[in-house]
C-alpha cells in the first residue's frame, strides 16, 4: 500500500477512535495523553486472555489495595491472588507481582521507558512491553494483541491463524508500517495502537466482524473477496484432558468451613497453584468413590457421612474437570493443613472460580477459565 494510502487509513482510523472510545477504568482522558506506566502494566496483564468487562469489575479494587509498584512488590502472594479472583489464569499475577519486584529491587521503583527494556521484566512479553511505551512513554512501538493481529491478517487478506509464526511475522511488520504513516505527534503512536485494539475488539471481531461500520473497510482485501469470516483461519481445538475433582465442604460444630490451600509450585505453577479451596481429591481416570474420598481426607466411616450435594462441569484452557461437591462433618483430628474460617473470611481469600461456587455458593452451571 502507497505512503499515502497508509496515511489516510491511519487518519481514518484515529477519527473513529477519538468517536468511539470506549469509557474504561484504565483509560485515561484525553485520550493519547500519558498514562501511569504502572496502571498500564497492571490493566494489560489482566486483559490477557480476559474479557474487559471482567477486568473492569475488578481493576479499581486492585488498584486501590496495591496502588504502586512498590506496594504490590512488598505484598503476600495469597493477597495478590485473594484480589485476582475471577479473573483466572493467576500465574498472571505470580508474574506480575514478580515485575513489581524486580522493579523496586532494580529500578528503584520506576519502569525503563523503552519497550526492548521492559520486554526483560517477568510476564512481559512483546505485546505488553509495546503496550506499556507506547502509552506510558509515547515510544513509537506497535502493541500487537490478538485483536491487533486479526486486523492486520483481514487487512491483507491473509488466511493464517493467528498462532501461525508468518501471520505474527505479518502483523507486526504490517502495524511498524501503520506506525511510520502515523503524524508525528507526541500522542500518536498511543493513539494508534489503542485504535488498532478499540477496532479488533468493538468492530473487526472473531466472529461476525461488523464489516458496514468498519472505518477500515475502504482499504480492508478479506471484505473485498468476501473473506472476512474466514480470516484468521480456525485451528483445531487441542483436547481437554479429562480431570476429576471430588470437593467436600467440611463442616466443624461451630458451621466453620475447611479450607486448604494448594502448593504454589515452581515453574507454571500448576493448576490454581496457591490458591484455597475446599479438601479436595483429584484423579486422572475416573471420579473418586465414596471410600477414596473417606480414605483421603480422614473423614469417618459409615453410609450417612458423606452426603452429594452437586455435580458440575469446568472447563480450564487444557483440562475438563468435572467437580463432585459433597458434604461432611469434620473429622476428631483435622489435617495439620486445614483451617476453618466463616464464610465472610473465605471470601477474602484467593479462590478459582469452581471453589468460589462450591465454598460461597456463587454461580451455577458450567463455567471457563
Excluded at 467436600?248 to 505453577?269: E, F, H, K, M, N
Aim: proline share 8%; with cysteine; aromatic share 6%.
Amino acid at each position: 500500500m502507497a505512503q499515502h494510502d497508509e496515511k489516510q487509513l491511519v487518519q481514518a482510523l484515529l477519527r473513529w477512535f477519538r468517536a468511539s472510545a470506549r469509557d474504561l477504568p484504565w483509560r485515561t482522558l484525553p485520550l493519547g495523553s500519558a498514562r501511569d506506566p504502572y496502571r498500564v502494566l497492571v490493566s494489560e496483564i489482566m486483559l490477557q486472555q480476559t474479557q474487559a468487562s471482567r477486568v473492569s469489575a475488578r481493576f479499581g479494587n486492585f488498584m486501590r489495595r496495591f496502588p504502586t509498584v512498590r506496594e504490590l512488590a512488598a505484598s503476600e502472594e495469597t493477597d495478590v491472588l485473594a484480589l485476582w479472583s475471577g479473573l483466572g489464569y493467576y500465574r498472571r499475577a505470580r508474574l506480575l507481582r514478580d515485575a513489581a519486584c524486580v522493579l523496586a529491587r532494580e529500578h528503584a521503583g520506576a519502569f525503563p521507558t523503552r519497550a526492548a527494556d521492559l520486554a526483560a521484566l517477568p510476564g512481559v512479553g512483546r505485546y505488553t512491553a509495546g503496550a506499556v511505551a507506547s502509552l506510558a512513554f509515547h515510544e513509537r512501538t506497535p502493541a500487537v494483541d490478538a485483536n491487533v493481529a486479526r486486523v492486520m491478517l483481514r487487512l491483507e487478506g491473509r488466511e493464517l491463524p493467528v498462532s501461525d509464526p508468518a501471520a505474527s511475522t505479518l502483523a507486526w511488520t504490517r502495524a511498524e508500517a501503520l506506525h511510520r504513516a502515523a503524524p508525528r505527534t507526541r500522542p500518536a503512536p498511543a493513539l494508534l495502537n489503542e485504535a488498532l485494539i478499540e477496532l479488533g475488539a468493538l468492530i473487526c471481531t472473531p466472529r461476525a466482524p461488523r464489516c458496514g461500520s468498519c472505518p477500515l473497510a475502504g482499504w480492508c482485501r478479506a471484505r473485498e473477496r468476501g473473506l472476512a469470516d474466514c480470516i484468521p483461519a480456525r485451528k483445531p481445538k487441542a483436547l481437554r484432558k479429562p480431570l476429576y475433582l471430588a470437593a467436600v465442604i467440611v463442616s466443624d460444630p461451630a458451621g466453620r468451613l475447611a479450607v486448604t490451600r494448594r502448593p504454589a509450585a515452581p515453574g507454571t505453577g500448576g493448576l490454581w497453584a496457591g490458591l484455597h479451596e475446599a479438601p479436595t481429591v483429584e484423579r486422572p481416570d475416573r471420579p473418586a468413590t465414596a471410600a477414596e474420598i473417606r480414605l483421603a481426607l480422614g473423614l469417618a466411616r459409615g453410609p450417612r457421612t458423606l452426603r452429594r450435594v452437586e455435580s458440575f462441569p469446568f472447563l480450564t484452557t487444557h483440562r475438563a474437570c468435572t467437580f463432585d461437591v459433597y458434604a461432611a462433618a469434620a473429622p476428631a483430628a483435622p489435617p495439620p493443613d486445614w483451617i476453618f474460617l466463616d464464610r465472610a473470611s473465605i471470601a477474602e481469600l484467593g479462590l478459582s472460580t469452581p471453589q468460589r461456587r462450591i465454598l460461597l455458593g456463587r454461580g451455577k452451571g458450567a463455567a471457563e477459565e
